[in-house]
Protein backbone atom coordinates (compact mmCIF):
# COMPACT_ATOMS: atom_id res chain seq x y z
CA UNK A 1 0.00 0.00 0.00
CA UNK A 2 2.53 2.49 0.77
CA UNK A 3 5.04 0.99 -1.74
CA UNK A 4 2.17 1.82 -4.42
CA UNK A 5 1.39 5.45 -2.94
CA UNK A 6 5.30 6.12 -3.25
CA UNK A 7 5.93 4.74 -6.57
CA UNK A 8 2.60 6.68 -8.04
CA UNK A 9 3.76 9.95 -6.20
CA UNK A 10 7.30 9.06 -8.02
CA UNK A 11 5.91 8.31 -11.35
CA UNK A 12 3.83 11.48 -10.80
CA UNK A 13 6.78 13.47 -10.01
CA UNK A 14 8.53 12.68 -13.55
CA UNK A 15 5.66 13.11 -15.36
CA UNK A 16 5.21 16.69 -13.97
CA UNK A 17 8.82 16.94 -14.07
CA UNK A 18 9.19 16.02 -17.62
CA UNK A 19 6.15 18.03 -18.66
CA UNK A 20 7.59 21.28 -16.70
CA UNK A 21 11.18 20.84 -18.68
CA UNK A 22 8.91 20.56 -22.00
CA UNK A 23 7.10 23.89 -20.69
CA UNK A 24 9.87 25.66 -19.80
CA UNK A 25 11.67 24.93 -22.87
CA UNK A 26 9.00 27.38 -23.96
CA UNK A 27 10.02 30.45 -22.22
CA UNK A 28 13.29 32.27 -21.63
CA UNK A 29 14.24 31.64 -17.69
CA UNK A 30 16.72 33.23 -15.44
CA UNK A 31 17.35 36.34 -17.23
CA UNK A 32 19.34 39.21 -15.16
CA UNK A 33 20.93 41.83 -16.05
CA UNK A 34 23.67 43.76 -14.75
CA UNK A 35 22.14 46.75 -15.81
CA UNK A 36 19.46 46.67 -12.93
CA UNK A 37 21.19 48.76 -10.69
CA UNK A 38 17.71 50.63 -9.50
CA UNK A 39 17.22 48.10 -6.51
CA UNK A 40 15.95 49.80 -3.53
CA UNK A 41 16.13 47.79 0.13
CA UNK A 42 13.20 46.90 1.68
CA UNK A 43 12.26 48.74 4.79
CA UNK A 44 11.68 47.28 7.97
CA UNK A 45 8.18 48.04 9.66
CA UNK A 46 8.34 51.30 11.89
CA UNK A 47 9.08 51.06 15.83
CA UNK A 48 8.06 53.37 18.25
CA UNK A 49 11.22 54.97 18.87
CA UNK A 50 11.33 56.39 15.64
CA UNK A 51 8.81 59.36 17.18
CA UNK A 52 8.57 61.67 14.79
CA UNK A 53 10.61 61.11 12.05
CA UNK A 54 8.90 59.67 8.74
CA UNK A 55 11.72 58.75 6.14
CA UNK A 56 12.23 56.52 2.89
CA UNK A 57 15.08 54.70 1.99
CA UNK A 58 18.04 56.00 -0.52
CA UNK A 59 16.31 56.89 -4.10
CA UNK A 60 17.56 54.37 -6.31
CA UNK A 61 19.67 55.67 -9.65
CA UNK A 62 19.03 54.37 -13.20
CA UNK A 63 22.37 55.57 -15.16
CA UNK A 64 21.68 55.84 -18.67
CA UNK A 65 23.64 54.95 -21.26
CA UNK A 66 25.00 57.68 -23.35
CA UNK A 67 26.33 57.26 -26.70
CA UNK A 68 29.78 56.88 -26.93
CA UNK A 69 32.40 59.48 -28.79
CA UNK A 70 33.83 62.29 -28.01
CA UNK A 71 32.86 64.58 -25.10
CA UNK A 72 31.03 62.32 -23.53
CA UNK A 73 33.44 62.63 -20.41
CA UNK A 74 32.65 66.35 -20.10
CA UNK A 75 28.93 65.98 -21.06
CA UNK A 76 28.70 63.58 -17.80
CA UNK A 77 30.93 65.36 -15.81
CA UNK A 78 29.87 69.26 -16.35
CA UNK A 79 25.82 67.92 -17.56
CA UNK A 80 25.32 65.94 -14.30
CA UNK A 81 26.31 68.63 -11.55
CA UNK A 82 22.25 69.78 -10.87
CA UNK A 83 20.64 66.80 -12.73
CA UNK A 84 21.14 62.94 -14.40
CA UNK A 85 22.20 62.94 -17.66
CA UNK A 86 18.77 61.05 -18.26
CA UNK A 87 17.55 64.21 -19.19
CA UNK A 88 19.45 64.08 -22.59
CA UNK A 89 18.54 60.89 -22.83
CA UNK A 90 14.89 61.33 -22.14
CA UNK A 91 14.67 63.92 -24.97
CA UNK A 92 13.29 63.60 -28.48
CA UNK A 93 16.09 63.86 -30.90
CA UNK A 94 16.33 67.44 -31.07
CA UNK A 95 17.96 69.90 -33.95
CA UNK A 96 21.12 71.04 -33.89
CA UNK A 97 20.33 74.23 -32.92
CA UNK A 98 18.49 73.37 -30.06
CA UNK A 99 21.14 71.38 -27.94
CA UNK A 100 23.39 74.54 -28.48
CA UNK A 101 20.44 76.74 -27.11
CA UNK A 102 20.11 73.92 -24.13
CA UNK A 103 23.66 74.65 -23.22
CA UNK A 104 23.03 78.33 -23.44
CA UNK A 105 20.64 77.92 -21.19
CA UNK A 106 22.17 75.91 -18.22
CA UNK A 107 25.06 78.55 -18.36
CA UNK A 108 23.84 82.22 -18.84
CA UNK A 109 20.11 80.91 -17.26
CA UNK A 110 20.80 78.16 -14.89
CA UNK A 111 23.99 79.26 -13.63
CA UNK A 112 26.39 76.22 -14.59
CA UNK A 113 30.02 77.61 -15.01
CA UNK A 114 30.66 75.35 -17.59
CA UNK A 115 34.87 76.63 -19.05
CA UNK A 116 34.60 78.27 -22.36
CA UNK A 117 36.65 75.88 -24.29
CA UNK A 118 34.49 73.11 -23.04
CA UNK A 119 31.14 74.44 -24.09
CA UNK A 120 31.80 73.70 -27.80
CA UNK A 121 32.81 70.11 -26.73
CA UNK A 122 29.44 69.28 -24.93
CA UNK A 123 27.48 71.09 -27.76
CA UNK A 124 29.04 69.44 -29.86
CA UNK A 125 28.78 65.72 -28.36
CA UNK A 126 25.16 66.35 -28.42
CA UNK A 127 24.71 67.58 -31.97
CA UNK A 128 26.67 64.09 -32.50
CA UNK A 129 24.32 61.76 -30.76
CA UNK A 130 20.95 63.30 -30.61
CA UNK A 131 19.94 64.90 -33.71
CA UNK A 132 17.10 63.73 -35.90
CA UNK A 133 19.73 62.79 -38.48
CA UNK A 134 22.01 60.81 -36.34
CA UNK A 135 20.50 59.60 -33.03
CA UNK A 136 20.58 55.70 -32.39
CA UNK A 137 19.95 55.09 -28.94
CA UNK B 1 -7.37 52.18 -0.65
CA UNK B 2 -9.87 49.28 -1.24
CA UNK B 3 -9.69 49.88 -4.72
CA UNK B 4 -6.32 49.83 -5.52
CA UNK B 5 -6.71 45.92 -4.09
CA UNK B 6 -9.39 45.26 -6.24
CA UNK B 7 -7.43 46.76 -9.24
CA UNK B 8 -4.14 44.65 -7.85
CA UNK B 9 -5.72 41.54 -7.53
CA UNK B 10 -7.21 41.61 -10.53
CA UNK B 11 -4.09 42.28 -12.22
CA UNK B 12 -2.66 39.06 -10.64
CA UNK B 13 -5.61 36.48 -11.51
CA UNK B 14 -5.63 37.77 -15.38
CA UNK B 15 -1.62 36.74 -15.28
CA UNK B 16 -1.92 34.02 -13.43
CA UNK B 17 -5.01 32.94 -16.16
CA UNK B 18 -2.59 34.08 -18.79
CA UNK B 19 0.08 31.74 -17.54
CA UNK B 20 -2.70 28.60 -16.89
CA UNK B 21 -3.64 29.21 -20.48
CA UNK B 22 -0.17 29.71 -22.04
CA UNK B 23 1.15 26.41 -19.67
CA UNK B 24 -2.01 24.51 -21.19
CA UNK B 25 -1.27 25.22 -24.66
CA UNK B 26 2.23 24.46 -24.13
CA UNK B 27 1.73 20.97 -22.33
CA UNK B 28 -0.96 19.65 -24.84
CA UNK B 29 -1.33 21.58 -27.40
CA UNK B 30 -0.38 20.75 -31.44
CA UNK B 31 3.58 21.23 -31.01
CA UNK B 32 4.44 22.25 -34.51
CA UNK B 33 2.14 24.88 -34.83
CA UNK B 34 2.41 26.45 -31.30
CA UNK B 35 6.43 26.18 -30.65
CA UNK B 36 7.28 28.74 -33.24
CA UNK B 37 4.79 31.35 -32.41
CA UNK B 38 5.77 31.18 -28.09
CA UNK B 39 9.29 31.39 -28.62
CA UNK B 40 8.45 34.43 -30.53
CA UNK B 41 6.68 35.73 -27.18
CA UNK B 42 9.22 34.95 -24.91
CA UNK B 43 12.67 35.03 -26.60
CA UNK B 44 12.17 38.01 -29.19
CA UNK B 45 9.50 39.89 -27.40
CA UNK B 46 9.45 43.36 -28.60
CA UNK B 47 10.23 46.18 -26.53
CA UNK B 48 9.37 50.00 -26.66
CA UNK B 49 12.08 52.03 -28.61
CA UNK B 50 14.21 53.78 -26.13
CA UNK B 51 12.88 56.98 -27.32
CA UNK B 52 10.47 58.46 -30.01
CA UNK B 53 10.76 61.89 -32.19
CA UNK B 54 10.90 63.45 -34.12
CA UNK B 55 7.51 62.32 -34.76
CA UNK B 56 4.36 62.44 -31.70
CA UNK B 57 4.94 59.62 -28.96
CA UNK B 58 2.82 57.50 -30.72
CA UNK B 59 2.02 56.19 -27.15
CA UNK B 60 -0.45 56.25 -24.37
CA UNK B 61 2.51 56.67 -21.59
CA UNK B 62 6.01 57.75 -22.25
CA UNK B 63 8.49 54.59 -23.26
CA UNK B 64 10.64 55.16 -20.28
CA UNK B 65 11.88 51.81 -18.28
CA UNK B 66 9.08 50.75 -15.66
CA UNK B 67 11.16 51.31 -11.77
CA UNK B 68 10.40 51.06 -8.87
CA UNK B 69 10.73 53.52 -5.78
CA UNK B 70 10.15 53.90 -2.38
CA UNK B 71 6.00 53.66 -1.50
CA UNK B 72 5.37 53.48 -5.18
CA UNK B 73 4.48 51.24 -7.06
CA UNK B 74 6.59 50.67 -10.27
CA UNK B 75 5.77 53.66 -12.28
CA UNK B 76 7.07 54.56 -16.08
CA UNK B 77 10.62 56.83 -15.20
CA UNK B 78 11.37 59.87 -17.16
CA UNK B 79 14.32 60.80 -15.41
CA UNK B 80 15.80 59.33 -11.99
CA UNK B 81 17.52 63.44 -10.46
CA UNK B 82 15.34 64.81 -9.93
CA UNK B 83 13.29 62.63 -9.87
CA UNK B 84 10.10 62.24 -12.59
CA UNK B 85 8.06 59.33 -12.41
CA UNK B 86 4.90 58.45 -14.37
CA UNK B 87 1.23 56.67 -13.76
CA UNK B 88 0.57 54.06 -15.91
CA UNK B 89 -2.20 53.54 -18.08
CA UNK B 90 -4.36 51.06 -16.31
CA UNK B 91 -4.83 53.63 -12.62
CA UNK B 92 -7.11 55.68 -14.78
CA UNK B 93 -9.88 52.41 -14.49
CA UNK B 94 -10.87 54.07 -11.23
CA UNK B 95 -11.89 58.07 -10.46
CA UNK B 96 -9.12 58.08 -7.35
CA UNK B 97 -5.51 57.53 -8.35
CA UNK B 98 -4.08 55.22 -5.91
CA UNK B 99 -1.28 57.26 -3.72
CA UNK B 100 1.27 54.30 -4.72
CA UNK B 101 0.60 55.32 -8.20
CA UNK B 102 0.45 58.59 -8.28
CA UNK B 103 3.01 60.36 -10.46
CA UNK B 104 6.16 62.46 -9.01
CA UNK B 105 7.81 65.66 -10.58
CA UNK B 106 10.88 67.32 -8.84
CA UNK B 107 12.40 70.15 -10.36
CA UNK B 108 15.42 69.64 -7.87
CA UNK B 109 17.52 66.95 -6.77
CA UNK B 110 18.06 67.30 -3.31
CA UNK B 111 14.62 66.10 -2.07
CA UNK B 112 13.72 65.16 1.50
CA UNK B 113 14.50 61.32 2.30
CA UNK B 114 13.51 61.92 5.89
CA UNK B 115 11.40 64.65 8.02
CA UNK B 116 11.34 64.75 11.54
CA UNK B 117 7.69 66.53 12.56
CA UNK B 118 9.40 67.60 15.64
CA UNK B 119 11.54 70.29 14.06
CA UNK B 120 9.58 70.55 10.97
CA UNK B 121 7.47 74.09 10.99
CA UNK B 122 5.51 75.56 7.61
CA UNK B 123 6.54 79.18 8.52
CA UNK B 124 4.16 82.14 7.53
CA UNK B 125 6.51 85.55 6.77
CA UNK B 126 6.52 88.76 4.90
CA UNK B 127 4.08 91.26 4.90
CA UNK B 128 1.95 89.99 7.53
CA UNK B 129 1.38 91.59 10.90
CA UNK B 130 1.77 88.20 12.46
CA UNK B 131 4.53 85.59 11.22
CA UNK B 132 3.65 82.04 12.28
CA UNK B 133 5.40 78.76 12.69
CA UNK B 134 3.16 76.01 12.89
CA UNK B 135 4.12 72.31 13.46
CA UNK B 136 1.53 69.58 12.23
CA UNK B 137 -0.17 69.53 15.39
CA UNK B 138 -0.93 73.19 14.68
CA UNK B 139 -2.19 72.30 11.28
CA UNK B 140 -4.14 69.32 12.07
CA UNK B 141 -5.80 71.20 15.38
CA UNK B 142 -5.76 74.77 15.29
CA UNK B 143 -7.60 75.12 11.54
CA UNK B 144 -10.97 73.76 10.62
CA UNK B 145 -10.14 70.43 8.59
CA UNK B 146 -11.23 70.63 4.34
CA UNK B 147 -11.70 68.55 2.02
CA UNK B 148 -11.41 68.04 -1.88
CA UNK B 149 -11.31 65.69 -4.61
CA UNK B 150 -9.29 67.69 -6.62
CA UNK B 151 -7.33 66.42 -10.46
CA UNK B 152 -2.89 67.05 -9.96
CA UNK B 153 -2.12 67.46 -13.55
CA UNK B 154 1.69 68.72 -14.68
CA UNK B 155 1.51 71.24 -17.06
CA UNK B 156 3.66 69.14 -19.07
CA UNK B 157 1.33 66.19 -19.25
CA UNK B 158 1.32 64.97 -22.67
CA UNK B 159 3.80 66.96 -23.82
CA UNK B 160 5.75 64.20 -26.61
CA UNK B 161 2.47 64.84 -28.40
CA UNK B 162 3.17 68.02 -29.80
CA UNK B 163 4.87 68.90 -33.02
CA UNK B 164 7.14 70.05 -33.71
CA UNK B 165 8.21 68.15 -30.37
CA UNK B 166 10.13 70.87 -27.40
CA UNK B 167 12.65 70.12 -25.09
CA UNK B 168 11.56 69.18 -21.50
CA UNK B 169 10.01 66.25 -19.47
CA UNK B 170 8.81 64.05 -22.28
CA UNK B 171 5.75 62.58 -20.54
CA UNK B 172 2.80 60.86 -22.45
CA UNK B 173 -0.54 61.09 -20.80
CA UNK B 174 0.22 59.86 -17.12
CA UNK B 175 1.57 62.77 -15.64
CA UNK B 176 -1.78 63.36 -13.53
CA UNK B 177 -3.81 61.81 -10.91
CA UNK B 178 -6.76 62.77 -8.95
CA UNK B 179 -6.72 62.44 -5.42
CA UNK B 180 -9.12 63.47 -1.94
CA UNK B 181 -6.85 66.01 -0.14
CA UNK B 182 -7.43 67.17 3.13
CA UNK B 183 -5.78 69.56 5.06
CA UNK B 184 -6.00 73.54 6.33
CA UNK B 185 -7.68 75.97 4.64
CA UNK B 186 -5.10 78.51 2.83
CA UNK B 187 -7.58 81.29 2.92
CA UNK B 188 -7.84 80.79 6.89
CA UNK B 189 -3.83 80.65 7.24
CA UNK B 190 -3.55 83.89 6.16
CA UNK B 191 -6.18 85.55 7.85
CA UNK B 192 -4.16 84.27 10.98
CA UNK B 193 -1.75 85.78 10.05
CA UNK B 194 -2.99 89.16 9.12
CA UNK B 195 -1.87 89.85 5.48
CA UNK B 196 -0.99 93.58 5.44
CA UNK B 197 -2.37 95.75 2.76
CA UNK B 198 0.57 96.44 0.97
CA UNK B 199 0.81 92.73 -0.05
CA UNK B 200 0.61 91.73 -3.94
CA UNK B 201 1.20 87.85 -4.21
CA UNK B 202 2.02 84.84 -1.98
CA UNK B 203 4.87 82.98 -2.66
CA UNK B 204 5.35 79.10 -1.78
CA UNK B 205 9.07 76.97 -1.06
CA UNK B 206 9.06 73.44 -0.08
CA UNK B 207 11.53 71.61 0.97
CA UNK B 208 13.72 70.77 -2.18
CA UNK B 209 16.92 71.96 -3.15
CA UNK B 210 19.06 72.01 -6.21
CA UNK B 211 22.79 72.29 -6.68
CA UNK B 212 23.06 75.57 -8.43
CA UNK B 213 23.88 78.99 -7.49
CA UNK B 214 22.01 80.81 -5.08
CA UNK B 215 19.14 83.00 -6.96
CA UNK B 216 18.96 80.95 -9.99
CA UNK B 217 16.18 78.67 -10.74
CA UNK B 218 18.65 75.66 -10.42
CA UNK B 219 18.97 76.50 -6.74
CA UNK B 220 15.16 76.82 -5.44
CA UNK B 221 11.79 76.43 -6.81
CA UNK B 222 9.38 78.81 -5.94
CA UNK B 223 5.71 79.80 -7.50
CA UNK B 224 3.26 82.51 -6.45
CA UNK B 225 0.11 83.33 -6.65
CA UNK B 226 -1.74 86.47 -6.63
CA UNK B 227 -3.49 87.58 -3.47
CA UNK B 228 -6.33 88.96 -5.65
CA UNK B 229 -6.62 85.51 -6.95
CA UNK B 230 -10.30 83.51 -5.91
CA UNK B 231 -8.06 80.18 -6.28
CA UNK B 232 -6.85 81.02 -3.03
CA UNK B 233 -10.03 80.54 -1.46
CA UNK B 234 -10.53 76.78 -2.76
CA UNK B 235 -6.23 76.29 -1.69
CA UNK B 236 -5.33 73.61 0.77
CA UNK B 237 -2.34 72.87 2.65
CA UNK B 238 -3.11 69.15 2.45
CA UNK B 239 -2.10 66.87 4.89
CA UNK B 240 -3.82 63.59 3.75
CA UNK B 241 -4.23 62.13 0.11
CA UNK B 242 -6.83 59.54 0.34
CA UNK B 243 -6.97 59.46 3.82
CA UNK B 244 -3.16 58.62 4.65
CA UNK B 245 -0.19 60.76 4.96
CA UNK B 246 1.58 62.03 1.75
CA UNK B 247 3.76 59.88 0.18
CA UNK B 248 7.47 60.97 0.72
CA UNK B 249 7.78 61.57 -3.09
CA UNK B 250 4.31 63.49 -3.46
CA UNK B 251 5.04 65.99 -1.06
CA UNK B 252 5.04 64.44 2.69
CA UNK B 253 4.70 66.00 5.10
CA UNK B 254 2.08 68.64 3.68
CA UNK B 255 2.10 70.18 0.05
CA UNK B 256 -0.26 72.95 -1.29
CA UNK B 257 -3.33 72.01 -3.39
CA UNK B 258 -4.67 74.55 -5.86
CA UNK B 259 -8.33 72.82 -7.44
CA UNK B 260 -8.38 73.60 -10.77
CA UNK B 261 -4.73 75.10 -11.76
CA UNK B 262 -1.81 73.04 -13.04
CA UNK B 263 0.31 71.16 -10.65
CA UNK B 264 3.19 73.47 -10.93
CA UNK B 265 1.67 75.74 -8.00
CA UNK B 266 0.88 72.51 -5.99
CA UNK B 267 4.19 73.40 -4.20
CA UNK B 268 5.13 69.64 -2.55
CA UNK B 269 6.81 69.45 1.33
CA UNK B 270 5.62 72.98 1.71
CA UNK B 271 7.71 74.44 4.25
CA UNK B 272 8.08 78.38 3.73
CA UNK B 273 4.46 80.47 2.50
CA UNK B 274 6.01 84.11 2.20
CA UNK B 275 3.50 87.12 1.41
CA UNK B 276 5.46 89.70 -0.88
CA UNK B 277 4.91 93.33 -1.60
CA UNK B 278 5.65 92.92 -5.44
CA UNK B 279 5.58 90.53 -8.28
CA UNK B 280 7.53 87.46 -8.04
CA UNK B 281 10.45 87.94 -10.36
CA UNK B 282 11.68 84.43 -9.96
CA UNK B 283 12.77 81.84 -12.56
CA UNK B 284 9.40 79.85 -12.18
CA UNK B 285 7.42 82.48 -12.13
CA UNK B 286 8.98 85.02 -14.88
CA UNK B 287 10.66 82.63 -17.22
CA UNK B 288 8.89 79.36 -17.01
CA UNK B 289 5.50 77.67 -16.69
CA UNK B 290 4.75 80.87 -18.78
CA UNK B 291 2.32 80.10 -21.75
CA UNK B 292 1.17 82.52 -24.90
CA UNK B 293 -1.66 84.98 -24.06
CA UNK B 294 -3.06 83.55 -26.95
CA UNK B 295 -6.64 80.87 -27.36
CA UNK B 296 -5.66 77.95 -26.21
CA UNK B 297 -1.75 79.20 -25.59
CA UNK B 298 -1.18 78.15 -29.07
CA UNK B 299 1.62 79.30 -31.40
CA UNK B 300 3.84 78.91 -33.79
CA UNK B 301 7.72 78.52 -33.65
CA UNK B 302 8.04 81.21 -36.02
CA UNK B 303 6.06 84.02 -33.90
CA UNK B 304 8.64 83.08 -30.65
CA UNK B 305 11.30 83.76 -32.81
CA UNK B 306 10.42 86.33 -33.81
CA UNK B 307 9.71 87.69 -30.36
CA UNK B 308 5.72 88.44 -31.29
CA UNK B 309 4.56 86.57 -28.43
CA UNK B 310 3.34 87.70 -24.89
CA UNK B 311 3.22 85.27 -22.25
CA UNK B 312 1.24 84.88 -18.69
CA UNK B 313 1.90 82.69 -16.14
CA UNK B 314 -0.02 79.22 -16.71
CA UNK B 315 -3.57 78.46 -14.27
CA UNK B 316 -6.35 76.58 -15.34
CA UNK B 317 -6.62 73.35 -16.89
CA UNK B 318 -8.43 72.37 -19.69
CA UNK B 319 -11.25 69.90 -20.36
CA UNK B 320 -9.94 66.83 -21.55
CA UNK B 321 -11.24 63.32 -21.32
CA UNK B 322 -8.94 59.42 -21.88
CA UNK B 323 -9.88 56.44 -22.85
CA UNK B 324 -8.46 54.09 -21.01
CA UNK B 325 -10.10 50.85 -21.62
CA UNK B 326 -9.97 49.30 -24.23
CA UNK B 327 -6.46 49.83 -24.55
CA UNK B 328 -5.62 48.71 -27.78
CA UNK B 329 -3.09 45.58 -26.97
CA UNK B 330 -5.99 42.86 -27.44
CA UNK B 331 -7.77 42.33 -30.09
CA UNK B 332 -11.98 42.18 -29.44
CA UNK B 333 -14.21 39.92 -30.56
CA UNK B 334 -17.23 41.06 -33.06
CA UNK B 335 -20.35 41.12 -32.15
CA UNK B 336 -19.17 40.40 -28.38
CA UNK B 337 -20.01 43.72 -26.69
CA UNK B 338 -17.13 45.16 -24.80
CA UNK B 339 -17.47 48.68 -22.52
CA UNK B 340 -15.13 51.95 -23.36
CA UNK B 341 -14.30 53.65 -19.93
CA UNK B 342 -12.39 56.46 -19.29
CA UNK B 343 -11.74 59.72 -17.00
CA UNK B 344 -12.83 63.17 -17.88
CA UNK B 345 -12.07 66.75 -16.04
CA UNK B 346 -11.65 70.21 -16.30
CA UNK B 347 -9.99 72.98 -14.37
CA UNK B 348 -13.14 75.67 -15.61
CA UNK B 349 -15.70 73.29 -13.72
CA UNK B 350 -17.39 69.53 -13.63
CA UNK B 351 -17.34 67.89 -16.80
CA UNK B 352 -21.52 67.58 -17.21
CA UNK B 353 -21.43 65.50 -21.17
CA UNK B 354 -19.08 63.16 -22.35
CA UNK B 355 -19.14 61.72 -26.32
CA UNK B 356 -17.53 59.03 -27.90
CA UNK B 357 -17.25 58.01 -31.52
CA UNK B 358 -16.08 54.15 -33.02
CA UNK B 359 -15.70 56.31 -36.34
CA UNK B 360 -12.56 58.36 -35.68
CA UNK B 361 -14.72 61.00 -35.10
CA UNK B 362 -17.36 61.26 -37.50
CA UNK B 363 -20.56 60.76 -35.39
CA UNK B 364 -20.54 60.67 -31.66
CA UNK B 365 -22.83 59.10 -29.01
CA UNK B 366 -23.29 60.21 -25.52
CA UNK B 367 -21.77 58.04 -22.51
CA UNK B 368 -23.08 57.30 -19.01
CA UNK B 369 -20.95 60.00 -16.55
CA UNK B 370 -19.94 58.29 -13.24
CA UNK B 371 -20.75 59.65 -9.65
CA UNK B 372 -19.53 63.35 -9.44
CA UNK B 373 -16.64 63.73 -6.91
CA UNK B 374 -17.33 67.20 -7.13
CA UNK B 375 -16.05 69.99 -9.93
CA UNK B 376 -12.16 69.40 -9.94
CA UNK B 377 -12.34 65.58 -9.91
CA UNK B 378 -12.10 63.04 -12.31
CA UNK B 379 -15.23 61.78 -13.83
CA UNK B 380 -15.66 58.61 -14.78
CA UNK B 381 -17.13 57.56 -18.25
CA UNK B 382 -19.02 54.31 -19.64
CA UNK B 383 -20.41 53.30 -22.80
CA UNK B 384 -21.43 49.81 -24.15
CA UNK B 385 -20.54 48.48 -27.61
CA UNK B 386 -20.51 45.83 -29.92
CA UNK B 387 -18.19 45.70 -32.76
CA UNK B 388 -20.22 44.98 -35.74
CA UNK B 389 -17.33 43.00 -37.74
CA UNK B 390 -13.96 42.20 -38.07
CA UNK B 391 -11.66 45.08 -38.97
CA UNK B 392 -10.02 48.02 -38.11
CA UNK B 393 -11.78 50.87 -35.88
CA UNK B 394 -10.89 54.55 -34.16
CA UNK B 395 -12.02 55.33 -30.93
CA UNK B 396 -12.50 58.91 -29.94
CA UNK B 397 -13.65 60.42 -26.38
CA UNK B 398 -14.89 64.10 -26.29
CA UNK B 399 -15.41 65.67 -22.93
CA UNK B 400 -17.86 69.24 -22.37
CA UNK B 401 -17.36 70.69 -18.99
CA UNK B 402 -19.74 73.10 -17.18
CA UNK B 403 -18.60 76.33 -18.69
CA UNK B 404 -19.48 74.79 -21.88
CA UNK B 405 -15.59 74.42 -22.96
CA UNK B 406 -15.41 71.26 -26.00
CA UNK B 407 -12.14 69.40 -26.04
CA UNK B 408 -11.03 70.65 -29.69
CA UNK B 409 -9.64 67.96 -32.52
CA UNK B 410 -6.73 70.65 -33.03
CA UNK B 411 -3.44 69.89 -31.11
CA UNK B 412 -1.69 73.24 -29.40
CA UNK B 413 2.35 74.21 -29.97
CA UNK B 414 3.79 76.42 -27.42
CA UNK B 415 7.88 76.58 -26.71
CA UNK B 416 7.01 75.03 -22.99
CA UNK B 417 4.87 72.13 -24.48
CA UNK B 418 1.87 72.69 -22.51
CA UNK B 419 -1.78 73.12 -22.37
CA UNK B 420 -2.24 69.85 -24.57
CA UNK B 421 -6.11 68.91 -24.66
CA UNK B 422 -7.20 67.35 -27.96
CA UNK B 423 -9.65 64.57 -28.17
CA UNK B 424 -7.74 61.38 -27.68
CA UNK B 425 -7.91 58.18 -30.11
CA UNK B 426 -7.13 54.59 -29.71
CA UNK B 427 -7.36 52.11 -32.44
CA UNK B 428 -8.39 48.69 -31.83
CA UNK B 429 -8.31 45.94 -34.26
CA UNK B 430 -11.57 43.55 -34.14
CA UNK B 431 -11.01 39.89 -34.94
CA UNK B 432 -13.74 37.03 -36.30
CA UNK B 433 -15.31 35.49 -33.68
CA UNK B 434 -15.19 31.85 -35.57
Known sequence: MRYTTVWLIVVFTGFTAAAARLMYAQFDAGQYSQKNSGAIAQPAPPAEADGASYSVTAYPLYPPELAPGAGREAVQSYCATCHSTRYITMQPPLPPETWAAEVDKMIKVMGQPIPEDVQPVIIKYLQAHYTPENRKR | ?434
Not at chain 2, 146 to 159: H, I, T, Y
Not at chain 2, 177 to 186: H, I, M, R, V
Not at chain 2, 323 to 345: C, S, W
Open chain 2, 1 to 434: MNEHRRLSRRGLLQSLATAAGVAATAGFGAATNLLPQQSQVSGDEKLLPTFTGPAPNPYWNSVGPVVQYPQKFPLVLLTDRPIQLETPRHYFETAFTPNGAFYVRWHLDEIPNAVDLSVWRLSVEGSVERPLKLSMSDLTSKFKPLSVAAVNQCSGNSRSKLQPRVPGGQWGDGAMGNAKWTGASLRELLDSAKIKPDALAVQFQGLDKGKGPEGRGSHEFLKSLDLKDSVLDDSIIAYAMNDEPLPMLNGFPVRLVVPGYFATYWVKSLSFIRVLDKADENFWMKTAYRVPDTPRGNTNPEDVKGGKVRTVPITRMPVRSFIVTPNGEKKLIAQLPVIIRGIAFSGYGSVNKMEVSVDNGKSWASAQLGEGHGPYSFRTWSIAWTPPHPGRYVLAARATDGKGNVQPDEGVWNPGGYLWNRIEREQVVVGRAS
